[in-house]
């Protein structure tokens, strides 16, 4: 597995066909930070236009690596709330 991550590079996206709503551990701790998608497609039937479709969800996304969004931040903040 660590071949494969160190020629890929970080995970950004994992899409999970299926419909299952779980990682079985699967590149569990190189997804730590990776936006996740849970899609009822299955594999054999992921094709181009659902690669699309998720590539313009994760493009919606704000990737945040383990911190909190600015909202929430900027929300905290001005309540007075921990920051």
């Known amino acids: 597995m660590q071949a494969l ?5 970080e995970v950004d996206l994992l899409i999970r ?5 779980r ?5 569990l701790w190189e997804s730590a930070y990776a936006e ?8 054999p039937d ?12 994760f493009r919606c996304r704000e990737r945040r ?3 909190v ?3 929430a931040h900027s ?3 001005s309540t007075g709330g921990a920051q």
Request: glycine fraction near 12%; aromatic fraction near 12%; hydrophobic fraction near 45%.
């Open 5 to 9: 991550t160190a020629e890929s590079g």
């Open 17 to 21: 066909t299926g419909g299952e709503k």
């Open 23 to 27: 990682l079985s551990d699967f590149l």
């Open 36 to 43: 996740l998608l849970f899609t009822d497609c299955m594999w």
């Open 46 to 57: 992921f094709d181009a236009t659902d690669l699309d479709a998720a590539l313009r969800e």
């Open 65 to 67: 690596f383990g911190g």
């Open 69 to 71: 969004s600015a909202a």
């Open 75 to 77: 929300s905290a903040s």
